[in-house]
């Protein structure tokens, strides 16, 4: 069975369901910044998915370009908050 | 899109989904940042079934350097003042939030599907993102920048006040 617009925007909604629970369960703050990328990648995953199935001439380079720079983000504010968080023990 | 595709599609669905699932509930941060690892392999593998070659490539690097960040054993540990109802009841919220976004996924089947896939398609992606969208990659720029900068400060802060 070939996917669709619904079954992309799923697994998007999914991998930002998914984020969201990772970042709210987390008792240790520093690991719930692992959710930041799922919530991200979510985004981008529908972004990408939505421009690969619309009707216009062109438009999957813009839904690439956003889910890339979700990406370059998500490793950015991931970066932010463990430097933020500082050395310390591990767990 | 060809069977071949599709196949792609669904087994990195299930790859990325269950890789964050795995990072969810998985203790110790080793565990969690190969789980994150393989959840970004299964997302990478989304772009590429969805014809997002490059948005592929870049997002397997940037989740290679988040798992990493995540499995590094020496940040600090912030305990959550948040009590274990009030996490449980933002699981809750993460599950209604699945619900209702599912439900807009699915009400959201109103355009055509048209296959445009092939080449990875660096040089257009360029021009979009130095030409068309020069405004959003200089912010996505300065985020990094003021990340990378705000990580090392704070980094360097604490070391100093030891």
């Known amino acids: 069975m070939s996917p669709g617009l619904v079954a992309v925007l799923f697994v998007g909604v999914a991998l930002v369901a998914v984020g ?33 199935f619309s009707a216009a ?14 990406a370059v983000a998500a490793l950015a504010l991931v970066a ?5 968080a500082g050395r310390g023990t591990s767990r | 899109m060809d069977s071949l595709h599709a ?11 269950g890789g964050g699932i795995m990072v969810a509930f998985l203790p110790g941060r080793g565990a969690r940042g190969l789980a994150l690892a393989v959840s970004g392999l299964g997302i990478a593998g989304l772009y590429a079934a969805l014809s997002a070659d490059l948005a592929g490539l ?10 990493l960040l995540i499995a590094a054993p020496r940040y600090r540990v912030v305990d959550s003042p948040v ?3 009030w996490r449980q009841a933002g699981a809750v919220g993460a599950a209604a939030l699945f ?56 980094w360097r802060v604490r070391e100093r006040g030891r």
Do not use: M, N
């Open chain 2, 58 to 67: 870049v997002a397997l690097v940037c989740y290679a350097g988040c798992a």
């Open chain 2, 99 to 154: 619900a209702v976004l599912a439900y807009a996924a699915y009400r959201g089947d109103f355009v055509s599907a048209t296959y445009r896939g092939g080449e990875i398609g660096t040089a257009a992606i360029g021009r979009v993102l130095f030409v068309h969208d020069a405004l959003a990659t200089e912010a996505v720029g300065a985020l990094v920048l003021v990340a990378l900068v705000g990580a090392t400060a704070a």
């Open chain 1, 57 to 70: 001439s062109d438009p999957k380079i813009f839904g690439q370009e956003v889910a890339a720079l979700l």
């Open chain 2, 7 to 17: 196949i792609g599609f669904y087994v990195s669905a299930a790859i990325s989904v």
């Open chain 1, 20 to 52: 969201a629970f990772v970042a709210t369960w987390k008792r240790d703050l520093s690991a719930a910044l692992a959710g930041l990328p799922l919530i991200f990648g979510g985004a981008g995953v529908a972004f990408a998915g939505a421009a690969r």
């Open chain 1, 80 to 84: 932010l908050g463990v430097g933020i």
């Open chain 2, 83 to 85: 009590g274990f109802v």
